[in-house]
Structure formats: structure tokens, C-alpha cells
């Protein structure tokens, strides 16, 4: 089993910057891929970030620019670089891994850090 935990979320005003981390454990190469999503009450998660075993990066237009997704295999990890926040970006923000087990996607989830912008 494949589990996963965040850190770094918290308050900060609109402007601020703000990582998050997340830890894969065993081995960061027990998944394929992994990402960052985000959900606010009453809406569906959305993807943020997410970034390949080889290192491809995709992002929200939303975010383009602004965040950046990166993992540091020694240390079983991956980053979020959230810069330029907005109130709109508040959420709870979630990891997930990717690891496919035969023809089948299984999808692992972290416990979610929440995120808050405001002055």
C-alpha cells in the first residue's frame, strides 16, 4: 500500500508564497506519476499540478506561471512552489499517486493540507 502525506499548507495573504511537500513512502518509483489536486467545499477536485517519473510537468492554466510542481527522488518526494497567491486558490489541497498494476490505474490519496489566502 502506497501512502502518502502532505505538509506545508496554512494562512497567508494574497501575494504570499507557500510550499507544500509530500511524501511518498518506501520509494518515490513505487508510483508512476504523481500530482497535485485541489478542492473547496461543494465542488468537484480539481488537478493542479502534475509531474511524470521522467519529470514532465503539466498545470491548470489557472496556475501556469505561478506554481511549480517538482520531486526529489532521494528524499521520496514532491514539491508544490505556490507563488503570487490569490483567495481563489484557497482550498484543501491533496497528493495524489498513479501506479499502474497491470491494465488498471490505481489512485492513491495523501490526507489533504489546507491552504488558505487572506488578508
Known amino acids: 500500500q502506497v501512502q502518502l502525506v502532505e505538509s506545508g499548507g496554512g494562512l497567508v495573504q494574497p501575494g504570499g508564497s507557500l510550499r507544500l511537500s509530500c511524501v511518498v513512502s518506501?520509494?518515490?518509483?513505487?508510483?508512476?506519476?504523481l500530482a497535485w489536486y485541489r478542492q473547496v467545499p461543494g465542488k468537484q477536485r480539481e488537478l493542479v499540478a502534475g509531474?511524470?517519473?521522467?519529470?514532465?510537468?503539466n498545470y491548470a492554466d489557472s496556475v501556469e506561471g505561478r506554481f511549480t510542481i517538482s520531486r526529489d527522488n532521494a528524499k521520496n518526494t514532491i514539491y508544490l512552489q505556490m507563488n503570487d497567491l490569490r483567495p481563489e486558490d484557497t482550498a484543501v489541497y491533496y497528493c495524489?499517486?498513479?501506479?499502474?498494476?497491470?491494465?488498471?490505474?490505481?489512485?492513491?490519496w495523501g490526507q489533504g493540507t489546507q491552504v488558505t489566502v487572506s488578508s
Open positions: 495524489n499517486g498513479r501506479k499502474l498494476v497491470g491494465v488498471v490505474w490505481n489512485d492513491y
Open positions: 518506501g520509494s518515490i518509483f513505487r508510483v508512476n506519476a
Open positions: 509531474i511524470s517519473g521522467g519529470g514532465s510537468t
